[in-house]
Protein backbone atom coordinates (compact mmCIF):
# COMPACT_ATOMS: atom_id res chain seq x y z
CA UNK A 1 0.00 0.00 0.00
CA UNK A 2 1.30 3.78 -1.12
CA UNK A 3 1.79 6.53 2.10
CA UNK A 4 -1.25 7.95 1.06
CA UNK A 5 -3.50 5.31 1.31
CA UNK A 6 -2.12 4.07 4.02
CA UNK A 7 -2.50 7.17 5.47
CA UNK A 8 -6.11 7.47 4.56
CA UNK A 9 -6.51 4.03 6.23
CA UNK A 10 -5.49 5.27 9.08
CA UNK A 11 -7.75 8.30 9.12
CA UNK A 12 -10.63 6.07 8.13
CA UNK A 13 -9.79 3.56 11.08
CA UNK A 14 -9.62 6.60 13.56
CA UNK A 15 -12.72 8.00 12.73
CA UNK A 16 -14.83 4.56 12.27
CA UNK A 17 -12.29 3.05 15.30
CA UNK A 18 -15.37 2.92 17.93
CA UNK A 19 -14.37 -1.34 17.92
CA UNK A 20 -16.30 -1.39 20.92
CA UNK A 21 -20.00 -0.21 18.94
CA UNK A 22 -18.44 -2.15 15.75
CA UNK A 23 -18.28 -5.31 17.90
CA UNK A 24 -21.87 -4.94 19.29
CA UNK A 25 -23.14 -7.71 16.31
CA UNK A 26 -20.52 -9.49 17.73
CA UNK A 27 -22.13 -9.73 20.95
CA UNK A 28 -25.39 -10.28 20.26
CA UNK A 29 -24.25 -13.06 17.77
CA UNK A 30 -26.16 -15.19 20.18
CA UNK A 31 -24.62 -18.34 21.12
CA UNK A 32 -24.99 -17.68 24.62
CA UNK A 33 -27.44 -21.23 24.97
CA UNK A 34 -23.68 -22.96 23.97
CA UNK A 35 -22.03 -21.33 26.81
CA UNK A 36 -24.10 -22.11 29.23
CA UNK A 37 -24.40 -25.71 28.33
CA UNK A 38 -20.48 -25.39 28.52
CA UNK A 39 -20.88 -24.32 31.90
CA UNK A 40 -23.11 -26.53 32.98
CA UNK A 41 -21.03 -29.56 32.22
CA UNK A 42 -18.10 -27.84 33.54
CA UNK A 43 -20.13 -27.29 36.74
CA UNK A 44 -21.29 -30.99 36.72
CA UNK A 45 -17.82 -32.31 35.59
CA UNK A 46 -15.97 -34.25 38.15
CA UNK A 47 -12.85 -32.05 37.90
CA UNK A 48 -13.55 -30.17 41.29
CA UNK A 49 -9.85 -29.56 40.95
CA UNK A 50 -10.50 -25.79 39.90
CA UNK A 51 -13.33 -23.23 40.91
CA UNK A 52 -15.96 -23.33 37.66
CA UNK A 53 -15.41 -19.54 36.33
CA UNK A 54 -18.47 -17.32 36.98
CA UNK A 55 -20.96 -17.75 33.89
CA UNK A 56 -21.36 -13.70 32.96
CA UNK A 57 -17.47 -13.95 32.47
CA UNK A 58 -17.98 -16.56 29.65
CA UNK A 59 -20.37 -14.25 27.95
CA UNK A 60 -17.53 -12.39 25.79
CA UNK A 61 -16.45 -12.46 22.65
CA UNK A 62 -15.37 -15.59 20.62
CA UNK A 63 -13.10 -16.11 17.71
CA UNK A 64 -16.16 -18.39 16.26
CA UNK A 65 -18.46 -15.71 16.87
CA UNK A 66 -16.43 -12.78 15.22
CA UNK A 67 -15.82 -15.47 12.40
CA UNK A 68 -19.58 -16.13 11.75
CA UNK A 69 -20.92 -12.50 11.91
CA UNK A 70 -17.97 -11.91 8.73
CA UNK A 71 -18.43 -14.49 6.80
CA UNK A 72 -22.00 -13.85 7.05
CA UNK A 73 -21.27 -11.01 4.89
CA UNK A 74 -18.64 -13.43 2.57
CA UNK A 75 -15.62 -12.64 4.40
CA UNK A 76 -14.06 -16.12 4.85
CA UNK A 77 -12.41 -16.54 7.99
CA UNK A 78 -9.32 -18.65 6.35
CA UNK A 79 -8.62 -15.28 4.69
CA UNK A 80 -7.74 -13.21 7.43
CA UNK A 81 -4.01 -13.36 9.92
CA UNK A 82 -6.61 -12.20 13.22
CA UNK A 83 -7.47 -15.98 13.37
CA UNK A 84 -4.22 -17.40 13.87
CA UNK A 85 -3.81 -15.52 16.51
CA UNK A 86 -7.06 -16.07 18.30
CA UNK A 87 -8.13 -19.41 20.26
CA UNK A 88 -10.97 -20.94 19.13
CA UNK A 89 -12.35 -22.27 22.29
CA UNK A 90 -11.38 -19.07 24.43
CA UNK A 91 -14.10 -16.22 25.34
CA UNK A 92 -12.31 -12.61 24.95
CA UNK A 93 -13.22 -9.86 26.97
CA UNK A 94 -13.82 -7.00 24.31
CA UNK A 95 -10.60 -4.68 25.61
CA UNK A 96 -8.56 -8.42 25.09
CA UNK A 97 -10.43 -8.69 21.62
CA UNK A 98 -9.53 -5.47 20.86
CA UNK A 99 -5.90 -5.53 21.55
CA UNK A 100 -5.57 -8.85 19.41
CA UNK A 101 -7.17 -7.23 16.31
CA UNK A 102 -5.05 -4.13 16.29
CA UNK A 103 -1.51 -6.38 16.34
CA UNK A 104 -3.41 -6.76 12.60
CA UNK A 105 -2.16 -4.67 9.66
CA UNK A 106 -4.33 -1.47 8.79
CA UNK A 107 -5.55 -3.17 5.79
CA UNK A 108 -6.52 -6.18 8.16
CA UNK A 109 -8.72 -3.74 10.55
CA UNK A 110 -9.76 -1.79 7.65
CA UNK A 111 -11.56 -5.32 6.30
CA UNK A 112 -12.47 -6.53 9.84
CA UNK A 113 -14.24 -3.21 10.49
CA UNK A 114 -15.57 -2.81 6.97
CA UNK A 115 -17.37 -6.49 7.56
CA UNK A 116 -18.57 -5.87 10.92
CA UNK A 117 -20.53 -2.26 9.89
CA UNK A 118 -21.45 -3.80 6.52
CA UNK A 119 -19.53 -1.36 4.68
CA UNK A 120 -19.04 -3.61 1.85
CA UNK A 121 -19.45 -3.51 -2.07
CA UNK A 122 -22.31 -5.86 -1.75
CA UNK A 123 -24.45 -5.55 0.81
CA UNK A 124 -26.98 -7.88 1.18
CA UNK A 125 -24.73 -10.90 0.51
CA UNK A 126 -27.17 -13.48 1.95
CA UNK A 127 -29.70 -12.45 -0.87
CA UNK A 128 -27.18 -12.03 -3.23
CA UNK A 129 -25.68 -15.83 -2.55
CA UNK A 130 -28.88 -17.37 -2.65
CA UNK A 131 -29.77 -15.90 -6.17
CA UNK A 132 -25.72 -16.85 -7.34
CA UNK A 133 -26.99 -20.90 -6.28
CA UNK A 134 -30.41 -20.55 -8.03
CA UNK A 135 -28.49 -19.66 -10.93
CA UNK A 136 -26.02 -22.33 -10.53
CA UNK A 137 -28.39 -25.28 -9.71
CA UNK A 138 -30.52 -24.20 -12.73
CA UNK A 139 -27.23 -24.35 -15.30
CA UNK A 140 -25.59 -27.34 -13.56
CA UNK A 141 -29.29 -29.18 -14.16
CA UNK A 142 -29.50 -28.40 -18.15
CA UNK A 143 -30.12 -31.51 -20.38
CA UNK A 144 -26.85 -32.69 -21.56
CA UNK A 145 -26.73 -34.96 -24.57
CA UNK A 146 -23.83 -37.00 -24.78
CA UNK A 147 -22.98 -38.45 -28.42
CA UNK A 148 -19.30 -39.21 -28.18
CA UNK A 149 -16.64 -38.51 -25.75
CA UNK A 150 -15.87 -35.19 -27.00
CA UNK A 151 -19.15 -34.56 -28.66
CA UNK A 152 -22.26 -33.67 -26.79
CA UNK A 153 -25.56 -31.13 -27.47
CA UNK A 154 -26.92 -29.20 -24.66
CA UNK A 155 -30.34 -27.14 -24.63
CA UNK A 156 -29.42 -24.09 -23.18
CA UNK A 157 -31.54 -21.60 -20.39
CA UNK A 158 -33.71 -20.00 -23.40
CA UNK A 159 -34.26 -23.55 -24.84
CA UNK A 160 -31.99 -23.60 -27.65
CA UNK A 161 -30.18 -26.80 -28.76
CA UNK A 162 -26.01 -25.92 -28.14
CA UNK A 163 -23.28 -28.33 -30.13
CA UNK A 164 -20.45 -28.48 -27.90
CA UNK A 165 -16.77 -30.61 -27.89
CA UNK A 166 -14.07 -31.24 -25.68
CA UNK A 167 -10.87 -29.49 -27.01
CA UNK A 168 -8.93 -32.89 -28.60
CA UNK A 169 -6.40 -30.82 -30.68
CA UNK A 170 -4.31 -30.31 -27.06
CA UNK A 171 -5.15 -34.25 -26.74
CA UNK A 172 -4.63 -34.18 -22.58
CA UNK A 173 -7.30 -31.52 -22.79
CA UNK A 174 -9.98 -34.05 -23.55
CA UNK A 175 -9.16 -36.68 -21.13
CA UNK A 176 -11.41 -34.69 -18.64
CA UNK A 177 -14.28 -35.25 -16.06
CA UNK A 178 -16.73 -33.54 -18.07
CA UNK A 179 -19.11 -32.99 -14.79
CA UNK A 180 -16.83 -30.77 -13.46
CA UNK A 181 -19.04 -27.28 -12.67
CA UNK A 182 -17.85 -24.73 -10.53
CA UNK A 183 -18.30 -20.94 -10.14
CA UNK A 184 -16.18 -18.34 -7.49
CA UNK A 185 -16.63 -14.88 -7.03
CA UNK A 186 -14.67 -12.35 -5.32
CA UNK A 187 -15.87 -8.91 -4.85
CA UNK A 188 -13.29 -5.47 -4.71
CA UNK A 189 -14.02 -6.14 -0.32
CA UNK A 190 -12.85 -9.77 -0.80
CA UNK A 191 -16.35 -11.47 -0.21
CA UNK A 192 -15.69 -14.77 -1.60
CA UNK A 193 -18.63 -17.23 -2.56
CA UNK A 194 -17.93 -21.08 -4.24
CA UNK A 195 -20.21 -22.93 -5.99
CA UNK A 196 -19.45 -26.95 -6.98
CA UNK A 197 -16.72 -27.86 -7.45
CA UNK A 198 -14.15 -24.74 -6.72
CA UNK A 199 -11.24 -26.90 -5.72
CA UNK A 200 -10.73 -29.23 -8.46
CA UNK A 201 -7.64 -28.19 -10.65
CA UNK A 202 -7.35 -27.06 -13.92
CA UNK A 203 -5.08 -25.17 -16.34
CA UNK A 204 -5.94 -21.72 -17.31
CA UNK A 205 -5.05 -21.80 -21.11
CA UNK A 206 -6.17 -18.40 -22.72
CA UNK A 207 -6.94 -16.85 -19.38
CA UNK A 208 -3.28 -16.63 -18.52
CA UNK A 209 -3.60 -14.13 -21.54
CA UNK A 210 -4.92 -10.78 -19.59
CA UNK A 211 -2.36 -11.63 -16.50
CA UNK A 212 0.67 -12.27 -18.66
CA UNK A 213 -0.23 -9.03 -20.74
CA UNK A 214 -1.03 -7.06 -17.62
CA UNK A 215 2.41 -8.04 -16.09
CA UNK A 216 4.48 -7.64 -19.34
CA UNK A 217 2.86 -4.01 -20.18
CA UNK A 218 3.29 -3.09 -16.23
CA UNK A 219 7.23 -3.76 -17.28
CA UNK A 220 7.20 -2.18 -20.98
CA UNK A 221 4.18 0.17 -21.12
CA UNK A 222 2.99 0.82 -24.31
CA UNK A 223 6.19 0.22 -26.02
CA UNK A 224 4.69 -3.43 -26.44
CA UNK A 225 2.26 -2.42 -28.54
CA UNK A 226 4.82 -1.18 -30.98
CA UNK A 227 4.68 -5.10 -31.47
CA UNK A 228 1.35 -6.19 -30.83
CA UNK A 229 -1.79 -4.41 -31.52
CA UNK A 230 -5.52 -3.70 -30.24
CA UNK A 231 -8.46 -4.38 -32.47
CA UNK A 232 -10.03 -7.33 -32.69
CA UNK A 233 -9.51 -9.90 -35.28
CA UNK A 234 -12.90 -11.12 -36.01
CA UNK A 235 -11.04 -14.46 -36.19
CA UNK A 236 -10.71 -18.01 -34.26
CA UNK A 237 -7.76 -17.59 -31.39
CA UNK A 238 -5.41 -19.47 -33.11
CA UNK A 239 -5.81 -18.11 -36.57
CA UNK A 240 -2.80 -17.20 -38.39
CA UNK A 241 -2.67 -13.95 -39.24
CA UNK A 242 -1.50 -10.16 -38.83
CA UNK A 243 -2.88 -6.88 -39.06
CA UNK A 244 -2.35 -3.74 -41.63
CA UNK A 245 0.90 -3.00 -39.46
CA UNK A 246 2.28 -6.51 -39.47
CA UNK A 247 2.00 -7.09 -36.10
CA UNK A 248 -0.69 -9.87 -34.11
CA UNK A 249 -4.48 -8.31 -33.64
CA UNK A 250 -3.82 -8.37 -30.27
CA UNK A 251 -2.72 -10.11 -26.55
CA UNK A 252 -5.70 -12.56 -26.29
CA UNK A 253 -5.64 -14.32 -29.06
CA UNK A 254 -2.28 -16.78 -29.69
CA UNK A 255 -0.20 -15.00 -32.13
CA UNK A 256 -0.43 -11.84 -29.89
CA UNK A 257 -0.13 -13.49 -26.42
CA UNK A 258 3.22 -15.80 -27.51
CA UNK A 259 4.53 -12.01 -28.98
CA UNK A 260 3.53 -10.51 -25.66
CA UNK A 261 5.35 -12.56 -23.07
CA UNK A 262 8.49 -13.26 -25.34
CA UNK A 263 9.21 -9.35 -24.86
CA UNK A 264 10.04 -8.59 -21.07
CA UNK A 265 13.57 -10.29 -20.11
CA UNK A 266 13.69 -11.76 -23.10
CA UNK A 267 18.18 -12.28 -22.78
CA UNK A 268 17.38 -13.79 -19.76
CA UNK A 269 17.35 -18.19 -19.42
CA UNK A 270 13.79 -19.27 -19.33
CA UNK A 271 13.54 -20.13 -16.26
CA UNK A 272 14.33 -17.17 -15.27
CA UNK A 273 11.49 -15.97 -17.67
CA UNK A 274 9.27 -17.88 -16.50
CA UNK A 275 9.80 -17.27 -13.05
CA UNK A 276 9.47 -13.91 -13.54
CA UNK A 277 5.93 -14.41 -14.77
CA UNK A 278 4.95 -16.84 -12.07
CA UNK A 279 6.35 -14.74 -9.25
CA UNK A 280 3.81 -12.09 -10.24
CA UNK A 281 1.20 -14.57 -10.83
CA UNK A 282 1.61 -15.57 -6.96
CA UNK A 283 0.73 -12.30 -6.02
CA UNK A 284 -2.00 -12.12 -8.01
CA UNK A 285 -3.40 -15.09 -6.29
CA UNK A 286 -2.46 -13.57 -2.87
CA UNK A 287 -1.44 -17.08 -1.56
CA UNK A 288 2.00 -17.97 -0.14
CA UNK A 289 2.02 -21.49 -1.92
CA UNK A 290 3.28 -22.10 -4.95
CA UNK A 291 1.90 -22.29 -8.33
CA UNK A 292 3.06 -25.10 -11.19
CA UNK A 293 2.28 -26.29 -14.15
CA UNK A 294 0.19 -29.48 -15.34
CA UNK A 295 3.36 -31.73 -17.23
CA UNK A 296 1.21 -33.44 -19.16
CA UNK A 297 -0.85 -30.69 -20.34
CA UNK A 298 2.50 -28.43 -21.04
CA UNK A 299 3.63 -31.30 -23.18
CA UNK A 300 0.20 -32.02 -24.75
CA UNK A 301 0.89 -28.80 -26.28
CA UNK A 302 4.75 -28.89 -26.73
CA UNK A 303 3.80 -32.06 -28.74
CA UNK A 304 1.01 -31.08 -31.34
CA UNK A 305 0.97 -27.45 -31.03
CA UNK A 306 1.16 -27.31 -35.43
CA UNK A 307 -0.96 -23.97 -35.44
CA UNK A 308 1.79 -22.06 -32.77
CA UNK A 309 4.10 -23.60 -34.52
CA UNK A 310 3.31 -22.26 -37.92
CA UNK A 311 2.49 -18.84 -36.53
CA UNK A 312 5.45 -17.93 -35.06
CA UNK A 313 7.36 -19.27 -37.84
CA UNK A 314 5.53 -16.91 -39.96
CA UNK A 315 6.17 -14.38 -37.25
CA UNK A 316 9.47 -15.15 -37.85
CA UNK A 317 9.59 -14.37 -41.25
CA UNK A 318 7.39 -11.28 -41.13
CA UNK A 319 10.12 -9.75 -39.35
CA UNK A 320 7.48 -9.54 -36.58
CA UNK A 321 10.05 -9.18 -33.77
CA UNK A 322 12.12 -6.57 -35.40
CA UNK A 323 15.27 -8.40 -35.38
CA UNK A 324 15.20 -9.61 -31.43
CA UNK A 325 15.11 -13.16 -32.36
CA UNK A 326 17.75 -14.40 -34.45
CA UNK A 327 17.63 -17.93 -33.98
CA UNK A 328 15.15 -20.77 -34.44
CA UNK A 329 15.91 -21.69 -30.89
CA UNK A 330 15.22 -18.26 -29.18
CA UNK A 331 12.02 -18.61 -31.16
CA UNK A 332 10.79 -21.81 -30.01
CA UNK A 333 11.83 -20.90 -26.30
CA UNK A 334 8.90 -17.87 -26.60
CA UNK A 335 6.98 -20.83 -27.44
CA UNK A 336 7.75 -22.95 -24.70
CA UNK A 337 7.29 -19.81 -22.38
CA UNK A 338 3.89 -19.39 -23.60
CA UNK A 339 2.81 -22.93 -23.69
CA UNK A 340 4.02 -22.72 -19.81
CA UNK A 341 1.88 -19.81 -18.91
CA UNK A 342 -0.97 -21.77 -20.85
CA UNK A 343 -0.60 -24.60 -18.22
CA UNK A 344 -0.54 -23.05 -14.73
CA UNK A 345 -2.97 -25.35 -12.72
CA UNK A 346 -5.62 -23.33 -10.73
CA UNK A 347 -9.11 -23.57 -9.09
CA UNK A 348 -11.98 -21.23 -9.51
CA UNK A 349 -10.90 -20.58 -6.19
CA UNK A 350 -7.52 -19.30 -6.44
CA UNK A 351 -8.43 -17.70 -9.59
CA UNK A 352 -10.89 -15.72 -8.90
CA UNK A 353 -8.70 -13.74 -6.43
CA UNK A 354 -6.70 -13.06 -9.41
CA UNK A 355 -9.23 -11.57 -11.71
CA UNK A 356 -10.63 -9.76 -8.58
CA UNK A 357 -7.31 -7.77 -8.95
CA UNK A 358 -8.11 -6.49 -12.32
CA UNK A 359 -11.99 -5.27 -10.92
CA UNK A 360 -9.83 -3.66 -8.09
CA UNK A 361 -7.10 -1.15 -9.86
CA UNK A 362 -4.52 -3.70 -9.55
CA UNK A 363 -4.68 -4.39 -6.26
CA UNK A 364 -5.16 -8.09 -4.33
CA UNK A 365 -8.30 -7.79 -2.49
CA UNK A 366 -7.19 -10.23 0.45
CA UNK A 367 -3.88 -8.96 0.47
CA UNK A 368 -3.70 -5.28 0.06
CA UNK A 369 -0.72 -5.74 -2.24
CA UNK A 370 -0.73 -3.26 -5.31
CA UNK A 371 0.45 -5.98 -8.16
CA UNK A 372 -0.05 -4.42 -11.00
CA UNK A 373 -0.17 -0.39 -11.72
CA UNK A 374 -3.62 1.07 -12.70
CA UNK A 375 -2.76 1.80 -16.17
CA UNK A 376 -2.15 -1.41 -17.25
CA UNK A 377 -4.83 -2.97 -15.69
CA UNK A 378 -7.08 -0.58 -17.46
CA UNK A 379 -5.72 -1.63 -20.78
CA UNK A 380 -6.08 -5.03 -20.08
CA UNK A 381 -10.01 -4.59 -19.74
CA UNK A 382 -10.30 -2.61 -22.54
CA UNK A 383 -8.47 -5.46 -24.28
CA UNK A 384 -11.08 -8.59 -22.58
CA UNK A 385 -13.39 -6.45 -23.75
CA UNK A 386 -13.17 -5.84 -26.93
CA UNK A 387 -11.26 -8.96 -27.60
CA UNK A 388 -11.55 -11.50 -24.69
CA UNK A 389 -13.70 -13.93 -25.92
CA UNK A 390 -12.22 -14.41 -29.47
CA UNK A 391 -14.77 -13.96 -32.72
CA UNK A 392 -17.57 -14.12 -29.94
CA UNK A 393 -16.06 -10.84 -28.35
CA UNK A 394 -18.63 -8.47 -30.32
CA UNK A 395 -21.32 -10.54 -29.63
CA UNK A 396 -20.84 -11.66 -26.23
CA UNK A 397 -19.30 -7.46 -25.47
CA UNK A 398 -23.26 -6.91 -27.32
CA UNK A 399 -25.04 -9.23 -24.55
CA UNK A 400 -23.39 -8.86 -21.62
CA UNK A 401 -21.49 -6.14 -21.55
CA UNK A 402 -18.68 -6.90 -19.34
CA UNK A 403 -14.53 -7.52 -19.65
CA UNK A 404 -14.18 -11.66 -20.27
CA UNK A 405 -11.69 -14.01 -21.26
CA UNK A 406 -12.08 -17.52 -22.01
CA UNK A 407 -9.62 -20.85 -22.09
CA UNK A 408 -9.98 -23.59 -23.90
CA UNK A 409 -10.07 -26.30 -20.88
CA UNK A 410 -13.43 -24.61 -20.11
CA UNK A 411 -12.93 -21.27 -17.93
CA UNK A 412 -14.19 -17.80 -18.10
CA UNK A 413 -13.10 -15.20 -16.18
CA UNK A 414 -15.40 -12.00 -15.96
CA UNK A 415 -14.98 -8.85 -14.80
CA UNK A 416 -17.12 -6.09 -13.31
CA UNK A 417 -14.40 -3.07 -12.57
CA UNK A 418 -14.98 -1.77 -9.36
CA UNK A 419 -17.45 -4.85 -8.38
CA UNK A 420 -16.59 -8.07 -8.33
CA UNK A 421 -14.54 -10.57 -10.40
CA UNK A 422 -16.06 -14.09 -11.19
CA UNK A 423 -14.09 -17.49 -12.62
CA UNK A 424 -16.56 -20.45 -14.00
CA UNK A 425 -15.14 -23.44 -14.45
CA UNK A 426 -17.03 -26.74 -17.27
CA UNK A 427 -15.25 -28.50 -19.94
CA UNK A 428 -17.62 -28.35 -22.56
CA UNK A 429 -16.77 -25.87 -25.37
CA UNK A 430 -19.82 -24.46 -27.66
CA UNK A 431 -18.34 -24.92 -30.88
CA UNK A 432 -19.65 -21.34 -31.72
CA UNK A 433 -17.62 -19.71 -29.22
CA UNK A 434 -14.63 -22.09 -28.02
CA UNK A 435 -15.86 -21.56 -24.99
CA UNK A 436 -17.39 -23.07 -22.05
CA UNK A 437 -20.99 -23.49 -22.24
CA UNK A 438 -22.36 -23.45 -19.41
CA UNK A 439 -19.85 -20.60 -18.39
CA UNK A 440 -21.76 -18.69 -21.00
CA UNK A 441 -25.25 -20.11 -19.11
CA UNK A 442 -24.09 -18.90 -15.61
CA UNK A 443 -23.08 -15.48 -17.26
CA UNK A 444 -26.37 -15.09 -19.20
CA UNK A 445 -28.55 -16.02 -15.87
CA UNK A 446 -26.20 -13.67 -13.79
CA UNK A 447 -26.19 -10.38 -15.93
CA UNK A 448 -30.18 -11.31 -16.66
CA UNK A 449 -30.23 -10.87 -12.67
CA UNK A 450 -27.89 -7.99 -11.87
CA UNK A 451 -28.13 -5.27 -13.93
CA UNK A 452 -23.87 -4.95 -14.38
CA UNK A 453 -23.60 -4.60 -17.97
CA UNK A 454 -21.83 -1.45 -18.85
CA UNK A 455 -24.79 0.08 -20.48
CA UNK A 456 -27.09 -0.35 -18.43
CA UNK A 457 -27.98 2.58 -16.69
CA UNK A 458 -30.46 0.94 -13.87
CA UNK A 459 -26.48 0.61 -11.91
CA UNK A 460 -25.61 3.67 -11.71
CA UNK A 461 -28.97 5.24 -10.35
CA UNK A 462 -29.05 6.86 -7.31
N1 LIG B 1 -8.04 -20.54 -26.43
C1 LIG B 1 -7.11 -21.09 -25.70
O1 LIG B 1 -7.31 -21.27 -24.49
C2 LIG B 1 -5.91 -21.55 -26.43
C3 LIG B 1 -4.70 -21.80 -25.57
C4 LIG B 1 -3.91 -22.99 -26.00
N2 LIG B 1 -2.80 -23.17 -25.12
C5 LIG B 1 -3.40 -22.81 -27.41
O2 LIG B 1 -2.34 -22.28 -27.58
O3 LIG B 1 -4.02 -23.18 -28.37
Redesign the pocket.
Known amino acids: MNLGAQRLTRRILRKAHNWSQALSDVNLENDTDQICEDWLSLVKSKDTSSSPPHLPDLIGITSRKLRNVLSKRGLEGRTFNLFRDLRERETYTKEEFVGIIEKQSDFEQQRILNGLVNNLKVTDWESFEKSCEEIFDEVRDLEIDQSSKLDCSIIDRNGKVKICRLPD??PQLSEVDTSLFAVSICTVDGQRMHLGDSDIYYTM???SKPYTYGITHAALDDVLHEFVGHEPSGQA??KIILDNQGRPFNPMI?MGAIMTCSLVHHEQPLSHRFNYFLEHYKKLTGSRSTLSCNMPVYKS?LEV?F??KAAVNYMMTMGCWKGMIQSEEQLLKNLDL??QL?SIEVTTEIQSIMSACLANRGINPITGESVLPIRSVKRALSLMFTCGM?DYSGRFAFKYGVPAK????GVTDVVIPGVLSMTIYSPWLSIHS?SSLLGLQFIDGFIKKFPYHVFDSRQYAK
Not at 406 to 409: F, L, N, Q, R, Y
Open positions: YIQSTFNNEGMNYYCYSGVSS
